[in-house]
């Protein structure tokens, strides 16, 4: 079992609507939890942050954590062209442990 | 606030040189680290820095892979006798304070071709 899955996609979702991202992880004693959009070609860029079980909304951003599922969640609403990009879920688990461990990432097109 | 720069973006070298890149953190992040992402893959940690010492290694690094913080500021990763394996964008991340709730911002990557 790999330690952060997501499906790779490529997910297509029409323009205005809601994307919907998804990710599980398999230490339980995870505590944080981020996305990452990541344009071809270029480097990882930090969108969103959870650390609590819950949802945090920031913009057209909404990320989802259930601890007891071991399952985190990013919503995208109101989809545009320019989110088209792969998203990557990353992981820091347990206490005193600095990495951060990444699915393989989640491609997303979004349709004109 | 200046963001996390590496140099070279891009570098190409034929198998058996050593190359070394460099990496500058956001000027007030005492954390650094480095990971490795290839084609359709996540980033893969390597090592972090908190100042100037290196508190953790991944197994992925191997002996041809060194990297320094002499002064707690830039970082230098070299890898030396590079394989047409070591193909890949190498990346560098930075935080402020570490521990759990700590955001790790990455810069724009050092894009290295071994031919």
Known sequence: ?112 | DTGVSQDPRHKITKRGQNVTFRCDPISEHNRLYWYRQTLGQGPEFLTYFQNEAQLEKSRLLSDRFSAERPKGSFSTLEIQRTEQGDSAMYLCASSSMGGQRDEQYFGPGTRLTVT
Do not use: H
């Open chain 1, 1 to 112: 079992q790999k330690e952060v899955e997501q499906n790779s996609g490529p997910l297509s979702v029409p323009e205005g609507a809601i994307a919907s991202l998804n990710c599980t992880y398999s230490d339980r004693g995870s505590q944080s939890f981020f996305w990452y959009r990541q344009y071809s070609g270029k480097s990882p860029e930090l969108i969103m942050f959870i650390y609590s079980n819950g949802d945090k909304e920031d913009g057209r951003f909404t990320a989802q954590l259930n601890k007891a599922s071991q399952y985190v969640s990013l919503l995208i609403r109101d989809s545009q062209p320019s989110d088209s990009a792969t998203y990557l879920c990353a992981v820091k688990q347990n206490f005193g442990n600095e990495k951060l461990t990444f699915g393989t990432g989640t491609r997303l097109t979004i349709i004109p």
